[in-house]
């Protein structure tokens, strides 16, 4: 089955205990995405990755670090968690990087999510 | 002034209903527009894609109108399965980057 399969998917934690979020596609898909999603704020995106070894900022990637060694994996790493990173975080797909005019390409798979709470 | 706006809501129609929800986007460059619907807690997911003057798909329409700058979701005959958070995403050409509106909520009461 096609998916976007992230892992935990409830953790808490406590300030300062590094953590990872882990990500992994099966559709061998070029664009991958972090997103956090809060209350009255709607998604927003952490970083992006268009291809292996190709990683950039979103809007909100303070705190956060990721990598693009495989392409299928795409992990969010928290190095010292804060409570204000405490947030549903999603992890997203598409065959082709966003912008790209071939129509369906840039469809987004969602991951199921994960829960974060730092304590 | 967001670049992807939305009522949040919530709308709250009983079954049967038609309902419409408008979403505007301040980037002219904006290229490609999506309706994903999500429902409590889950992940979201593709309700339709928008990529000309718009499109149909059973009870959904979507419209877009690039001189105003909005796209428009008609959902007809509300089921109670309907309720849900509609998001509008926009992604523009020039940047590639994908721009989600806060969402807007819909129940469907019987």
């Known amino acids: 089955e096609a998916q976007v399969t992230q892992n935990p998917r409830y953790l808490i934690t406590v300030t300062g205990k590094k953590l990872t979020v882990t990500c992994s596609q099966n559709?061998?898909?070029?664009?991958m995405s972090w997103y956090r999603q809060d209350p009255g704020l709607g998604l927003r995106q952490i970083y992006y990755s268009m291809n292996v070894e190709v990683t950039d900022k979103g809007d909100v990637p303070e705190g956060y670090k990721v990598s693009r060694k495989e392409k299928r994996n795409f992990p969010l790493i928290l190095e010292s968690p804060s409570p204000n990173q405490t947030s549903l975080y999603f992890c997203?797909?598409?065959?082709?990087?966003?912008?790209?005019?071939?129509?369906?390409?840039?469809?987004?798979?969602f991951g199921a999510g994960s829960r974060l709470t730092v304590l | 002034r967001k670049e992807v706006e939305q009522d949040p809501g919530p709308f709250n129609v009983p079954e049967g209903a038609t309902v419409a929800f408008n979403c505007t986007y301040s980037n002219s460059a904006s290229q490609s527009f999506f309706w994903y619907r999500q429902d409590c807690r889950k992940e979201p997911k593709l309700l339709m894609s928008v990529y000309s003057s718009g499109n149909e798909d059973g009870r959904f329409t979507a419209q877009l109108n690039r001189a105003s700058q909005y796209i428009s979701l008609l959902i007809r005959d509300s089921k109670l399965s309907d309720s849900a958070t509609y998001l509008c995403v926009a992604i523009t050409s020039n940047t590639g980057k994908l721009i989600f509106g806060q969402g807007t909520t819909l129940q469907v009461k019987p």
């Open positions: 559709m061998n898909h070029e664009y």
């Open positions: 997203a797909s598409s065959l082709s990087r966003q912008g790209a005019v071939r129509r369906g390409a840039n469809v987004l798979t």
